[in-house]
């Protein structure tokens, strides 16, 4: 049984927080006591058939059919074949100031195998009083990494999951270094003066454009359309991460009000967490509007959901189905509308702004 | 069947041989009149980062920080170039778009430690010379934060090239007062939250120095 080698007394240099319970530690210390645990390392052999309807979850079934529960092992993707079998040996942690507002807690650090791999990961912890309900919902943040990417959008690379049967489950993804959360970025001055700041509105351009290629490729959302979800590399790449949430399947929605429903709820969010202050609780925002007098609406427009509306159009165009392309117009139209609502009714308000001309919009 | 996809990759990298590094990610700096791009090679890409040679009071400087390895990167260039080049790690940022980050725990690298070290690192540029220099403009455009740091390693540096922003202090004014006021017109009232730490990262440095 390959011994845990702990890499993490605690850092006198960084360590001058106020006394407390560090949580962030305690969840590493019992990863590293998890991994002390294993028994196995192991490839994956149950992958995703795009012939279900919503393939993560009929890929989750065959792993809790078949391979749940069994002895401690890290299962990890075939991409990662240089793993090859190798045991788990220790995790050394890194410091970070991005992911921090995670609801999970995500930690990161390097696995070290017994061949002398290193790998560096993002580890997500999981944690239900149901052992059950725990490896569901590490697999689905696994499977549904995996899901996302067969459909054509960047996102991180799954590694794979480690699953004892206890309460609490890991799943891992690659660590790409020069990531960063929009949530790690003070957009305060963003807003209005969009013009002066072509390199944010780089980010928010790739943001619609993701988030419409998600809508149109299926029945798929993101269900967590947050800031702290939503990243950018020094390359300038932005794209959606975290999808623990979400449901991807490749099967077109028949109807608009089925449409409705996968998009309406992330672009929802995506306009909350736009308003909201990065102080807010529990939720934070990023504070583009926060405080900001003017048309939201029209601002959120220009911002982001144009780019949205000109892409799904483009791609209901494309598909070449008549039937398809009315639906999706019609879905647009009662976006559009219940989007606007959603500002002038609910976030407006909330922000304590003055209310926005309304004849202006129509 | 399966569907034979594509991997879950991030976009592939450049094909460009040069290509600018985002500008969220960038330490490029006008009042420096340096470049930060990525150089792509098939056998992988580099982030460099360059700006021209100056007078030889600067050198003399540029010479001093690096020593004291207050500089990010590390430098390539000879006396034949005309620039000066420093290989520097892809994560790295400039402090000046940060948000906010109050999370405590020990791998959490939150506003209180930033100001602290950054006290403790302006602190040792002060004696970069005989008289006590400091950094002139954008703070947060002079210092880079290195993301995902291992245990003992430094998340704080001097972006390439700050030799050319360095002034001397005023002799009516102390350092701390000069960077209090500098960080507190760019980051307002989050810096009033870190002022403390400056301070103790400042004290720190002094204490060091004199042992």
Known sequence: MPVGRNYTPPLEALNNASSGADRELERIRAFERTIGRFVGTHETEIQLDFNDWVPTNSAIDRVMTYEYPTPPTLRYDPAFSEIDGSPLEGFSPRSARGGKNSRHGVFFGDLHFRNGLDLPVAVKPYEEEDPKKTAWSTLKDYYNGLAVGHIGLYSLQPVGHLLDGSKTGYSITLLEETLTTLDSIDWSNYYPNIGAHPGMSNIWSQIGRQAAMLHSLGANTHWDMAGRNMAETAEDYAFFIDWESSVISPVQPPQAEMRFEFSFPDLKELMRTMCFSPYAQPEAGLGIFHGKNGDLWQAFRDVVFDEYLGVREDMATAAGDKAQRTEVMSELDVLQGSLRNYMREKLEPMLQLPKTDVVNQA | ?211
């Not at chain 2, 960038?26 to 930060?36: N, V």
């Open chain 2, 1 to 211: 069947m399966n569907v034979p996809a594509p991997h879950n990759r991030l976009p592939e990298r450049s094909t460009r041989p040069e290509q600018d590094t985002g500008l969220r990610f960038s330490l490029a700096y006008d009042l420096i009149g340096s470049r930060d791009r990525f150089i792509n090679h098939p056998s992988g890409s580099s982030r460099i980062i360059t700006y021209p040679k100056d007078d030889e009071r600067t050198e003399r400087f540029r010479d001093s920080l690096i020593r004291s390895e207050l500089v990010l990167g590390n430098p390539t260039s000879d006396e034949n170039d005309t620039e000066h080049i420093f290989v520097v790690p892809r994560s790295a940022r400039p402090l000046s778009y940060d948000a906010v980050s109050q999370t405590e725990g020990n791998y959490s690298y939150n506003d209180g430690k930033l100001f602290y070290d950054l006290g403790y690192m302006l602190a040792q540029v002060l004696r970069v010379d005989e008289e006590p220099q400091v950094i002139r403009g954008d703070v947060g455009h002079a210092v880079a934060i290195v993301e995902f740091t291992q245990r003992n390693e430094r998340a704080l540096f001097l972006a390439p090239g700050v030799e050319r922003l360095l002034i001397t202090l005023e002799p009516d004014q102390t350092p701390v007062e000069y960077y209090a006021d500098a960080l507190g017109r760019e980051f307002g009232i989050r810096f009033k939250a870190g002022e403390i730490a400056l301070q103790a990262g400042f004290a720190k440095a002094e204490q060091d120095s004199e042992a």
